[in-house]
């Protein structure tokens, strides 16, 4: 058992030195950008672009399409968030909002249609080995990423969720600095949905709307 464990432990090892400096930067970038957003500091959306850059070709060459394609549309989303953001900060707007139970509804029902036209996607049309998975993981970040530009709180859900499914998916394809910026990210977005929770209430709370009111 020592033996197995010590050749995994060393297998690991080496796959981390043979990480690429692209992978690095992604890496790096990745959890960078997600701290930010947990903040709410709109530097979040340009250390993002850097992160999204990198991991489109990390993940096309690892075979990963789905998440390949996904980080083109990071990029774009990342442009409007910063621009939405900024247009927030400049109404003076409530900066957290929350979903309601329609919205709950449509929400699932589009991360289902969106997971088996991706998959089936990527089943036919490209060589992963992994194509409902790449495809699940997908729809959910591109949820996610929707919910996060528009400053609603259940994206920090969403992203929990799909951080545990992208770990052991990453270590399947040997990018294991990835599986451990992951479980970084993980732990991140607890705590972003933490402070989004307790910025939410404090809008949302009558006292407070009230004093704002009287003043």
């Known amino acids: 058992m020592q ?12 796959e981390i030195k043979q990480t690429t400096l692209l992978e690095w930067i992604g890496a790096v970038t990745g959890i960078y950008c997600v701290y ?5 500091n ?3 959306w340009p250390v993002a672009i850097i992160s999204v850059l990198a991991y489109t070709i990390v993940f096309y060459k690892s075979m990963l399409y789905g998440d390949a394609g996904l980080q083109i549309y990071f990029l774009g989303t990342s442009v409007y968030g910063w621009y939405f953001w900024i247009k927030k900060k400049e109404n003076n707007e409530k900066p957290v909002t929350s979903l309601s139970a329609k919205e709950y509804i449509l929400v699932v029902i589009a991360t289902l249609i969106l997971s088996l ?20 993981c997908t729809a959910v970040s591109f949820i996610a990423q929707i919910l996060m530009t528009r400053k609603i709180l259940q994206n920090w859900a969403l992203w929990i969720f799909v951080d545990i499914c992208y770990v052991p998916l990453y270590i399947y394809k040997n990018l294991y600095v990835t599986a451990v910026l992951y479980i970084i990210l993980l732990v991140l977005a607890w705590l972003g949905h933490v402070d989004w929770q307790r910025e939410y ?9 009230g004093q704002v009111s009287e003043t």
């Open 3 to 14: 033996v197995l464990a010590l050749s995994i432990g060393q297998h690991i090892a080496e």
């Open 36 to 40: 930010l957003a947990a903040k709410q």
């Open 42 to 44: 709109i530097w979040n």
């Open 201 to 209: 209430g404090r809008a949302s709370s009558p006292e407070i709307n």
């Open 117 to 136: 036209l991706l998959g089936l996607f990527l089943k036919n049309f490209t060589p992963t080995n992994v194509p409902y998975i790449d495809g699940f």
